[in-house]
């Protein structure tokens, strides 16, 4: 194999595992995907140290994305340039266990239940609040009929849980910005009901996401 096939081959894999990696992570629960973009992420703060809250986030996108490339094609590179006929074979092992470990990324979305509260766990890596789209929660029976949904209207609609209990609850959230987020349902109202031995389905909508993450609990007393 020539040294040019060599980089263009190096060159379309460390781009294939980038894209694998952030096609990954758009699925449901799958943000900890992105661990394997944290090289780029991490070098290209150096030139935009407010990252996608700068003033040109895709610019910052891109140079993570250049550079992870970059690395993940030089490691390719190292394996195509063996002498061995089967070094194709070896690169495509390689991409192929990067593409499985960022599926290991994805973590469930955790929820805690007792008999009088939920929990629904949002948080991304443990310890950070995620951006929201939305959230709404439906009789599992009825799930066209929420008795809670809110809606975020900026990107500062950010949250580690959402807790719920038996009986009543505000409408009104503790940690985002109340300018952050509009409630859809109750319509004008501060409380809202969630009945006892009746399931609810609580559905987790977040922004670029092809899908909805969603979780079912009820209470018994």
């Not at 700068?54 to 590179?77: D, E, M, R, T, W």
């Amino acid at each position: 194999m020539t040294t040019q096939r060599h980089f263009v081959y190096a060159g379309c894999i460390g781009l294939l595992i980038c894209l694998t990696c952030m096609g990954v992570a758009q699925l449901p629960h799958c943000d900890n995907a992105m661990m394997l973009m944290l090289p780029g992420i991490l070098i290209a703060a150096l030139a935009v140290p407010q990252g996608i809250h700068s003033y040109n986030p895709y610019l910052y996108v891109f140079l993570a994305g250049l550079i992870n490339s970059f690395l993940y094609g030089v490691i390719a590179l190292l394996i195509l340039r063996g002498r061995s006929n089967a070094s194709i074979a070896k690169a495509s092992i390689v991409t192929a266990l990067l593409a499985t470990l960022s599926l290991t990324g994805c973590s469930v979305t955790k929820l805690e239940s007792s008999s009088d509260t939920a929990t629904i766990h949002v948080e991304t890596l443990a310890d950070y609040p995620t951006t929201i789209k939305s959230l709404r929660i439906a009789p599992s029976a009825s799930p066209n009929t929420p008795v809670f949904a809110v809606e975020g209207v900026t990107d500062r609609f950010q949250i580690h849980e959402f807790v719920f209990h038996s009986g009543l609850n505000q409408t009104r959230l503790d940690e985002p910005p109340s300018d952050s987020y509009r409630i859809l349902t109750p319509v004008g109202g501060e409380t809202f009901a969630l009945a006892t031995n009746t399931k609810y389905t609580v559905t987790v909508c977040k922004p670029h996401h092809l899908l909805c993450d969603k979780e079912e609990f009820s209470f018994s007393k």
